[in-house]
């Protein structure tokens, strides 16, 4: 059983009127008037965070198929994706899709395909919980070194834990999009550019670096599935949902 939306509900929209000076925003059927100086501020604090992506380019059936193929292209990285690093009895905290370590820093990198606000708010969530859990409670960050260290020899495990011992974090959110990355935080939805803002002010208070990127979706761009609707006397009729 799935909740019946209309069609305006579904949309997502950014406009601007006037030469500019009005921005607008239409998110679950409701009009948004956005102050433009506000908008700007968005932009300026966001699009130097916007860096290239050091994940290869998305052409998978799904995200997880992603996640280990990308962990498989280069030496040193691990695939966290659906892990726990949660003490017991807590609720299910993934510390990140895909962990290696580049200068000396502990790189957590999330990932998500869309840049649908809803999809957004998970990704940016998980980047931030999963730093607080580990520096908050020792279970966790002890959880994290054994699944970065699982199976591999003693000077390798140490390469990899050394800077989650030294508190060195970098948490890097990967956007699997078919949108043109030059275009940084415009390829984002308003309420995600808030989010996203909000979230990086949070890591900055916290002395740990974080960026942003738009990893490339070279998959084909779905028509929609099809379905059968009942034309007048109950024939099927193909059609797309």
Request: charged share 25%; aromatic share 6%; with cysteine.
């Amino acid at each position: 059983i799935r909740d019946r939306h209309s069609i305006l509900k579904s949309l997502v929209f950014d406009t601007t009127l006037n030469d500019g000076a009005e921005s607008y925003h239409l998110c679950e059927g409701n009009w948004y008037l956005v102050d433009s100086a506000y908008v700007t501020r968005l932009k300026t604090f966001l699009d130097p965070l916007c860096q290239d992506t050091t994940l290869p380019d998305f052409n998978h059936a799904d995200e997880g198929t992603y996640n280990i193929a990308a962990t498989e292209a280069a030496v040193g990285r691990v695939c966290l994706d659906k892990k726990n690093i949660s003490p017991a009895g807590q609720k299910q905290v993934e510390p990140c899709d895909i962990y290696e370590v580049v200068d000396g820093q502990a790189v957590l990198h999330c990932v998500k395909i869309s840049t649908l606000s809803s999809q957004l708010s998970h990704l940016f969530n998980q980047g931030t919980n999963s730093v607080n859990l580990m520096r908050s409670e020792p279970v966790a960050l002890a959880n994290m070194k054994a699944l970065v260290g699982h199976g591999l020899p003693d000077v390798e495990k140490q390469v990899l834990v050394a800077p989650l011992a030294n508190d060195k974090f970098r948490v890097v959110f990967g956007i699997v999009t078919h949108k043109d990355k030059d275009k940084k935080s415009d390829n984002l939805p308003l309420f995600s550019r808030i989010s996203l803002m909000r979230c990086m002010k949070e890591f900055k208070r916290m002395g740990i670096a974080a960026e942003y990127c738009f990893i490339p979706d070279l998959s084909p761009k779905s028509d929609g599935k099809p379905r059968k609707r009942k034309k007048k006397g109950g024939q099927p009729e193909v059609g797309e949902e």
